[in-house]
């Protein structure tokens, strides 16, 4: 049984730091991309950032990049996603999904994903 979880959200002042991390099991991940998504309310599920976990590329929405960094624990089977200099409209709950490569870029995209966790809520108070 495959499963993503989430844990590390909470509330931070705008300009603040929060990392938040997901732990995956169930199957080997190796040939996934990891991705964080975000949906504020409202709104909809949006793209963050993603990272595979054979090479480490990454690749980061354009409302994040020089802000936010995705990475992997291998050994842990976790993706962390750092947030800097966070801002109040970076409030959301923050998800982590794993993809099974569809075709170039299709990472970008909430239906490409195989499997998700609940989320996590980050709030950035102004």
């Known amino acids: 049984q495959v499963q993503l979880v989430e844990s590390g959200g909470g509330l931070v002042q705008a300009g603040g730091s929060l990392s938040v991390s ?20 409202g709104k909809e599920r949006e793209f963050v950032a993603a990272i595979n976990w054979s090479g480490g590329n ?7 990049k020089g802000r ?23 409030t959301a709950v923050y998800y982590c999904a794993a993809e099974i490569p569809k075709y170039s870029g299709s990472y970008y995209y909430t239906y490409s994903y195989d499997y998700w966790g609940q989320g996590t809520q980050v709030t950035v108070s102004s």
Do not use: H
Not at 22 to 41: D, E, K, L, N, Y
């Open 58 to 64: 990454t690749d980061y929405a354009d409302s994040v």
């Open 68 to 90: 936010f960094t995705i990475s992997t624990d291998n050994a842990k089977n976790t993706v962390y996603l750092q947030m800097d200099s966070l801002k109040p409209e970076d």
């Open 22 to 41: 997901c732990v995956a099991s169930g199957r080997t991940f190796s040939s996934f991309v990891m991705g964080w998504f975000r949906q504020a309310p």
